[in-house]
């Protein structure tokens, strides 16, 4: 079983800064290919805001480029988000996510499980 927990966030007036984490721990074996961060608002579908690939490939969805940034350690499993200029909109449940491929043998393309934190709320004020 793979733990994935978040910390941070909260409430935050508009053009300020706050910092997530996110740590998985549990049976990894150095499987993790990809860490992100989603959110999700109210009547909304939950939609990607950044990742980072196990190779250091960062994606940013257009709406946080410029703004966010984020840290992956592979070597602790550990994911970050630097949330910067925060603005009402960014207002969220913002959920950790981690992708293992598991490959068993060197002809196996492998499996890809992914997992999940609690989440996290992050309420930006104006």
């Known amino acids: 079983q793979v733990q994935v927990v978040e910390s941070g966030g909260g409430l935050v007036q508009a053009g300020g800064s706050m910092t997530l984490s996110c740590a998985a721990s549990g049976r990894i074996f150095n499987s993790i290919n990809n860490m992100g961060w989603y959110r999700q608002a109210p009547g909304k579908q939950r939609e990607l805001v950044a990742s980072i690939s196990s190779e250091g490939n960062r994606n940013y969805t257009d709406f946080v480029k410029g703004r966010f940034i984020i840290l992956g350690d592979y070597a602790k499993n550990t994911v970050t988000l630097q949330m910067n200029n925060l603005i009402p909109e960014d207002t969220a449940t913002y959920y950790c996510?981690?992708?293992?491929?598991?490959?068993?043998?060197?002809?196996?393309?492998?499996?890809?499980?992914?997992?999940w934190g609690q989440g996290t709320q992050v309420t930006v004020s104006s």
């Open positions: 996510h981690v992708r293992l491929l598991v490959v068993l043998s060197p002809y196996d393309p492998g499996q890809e499980y992914d997992y």
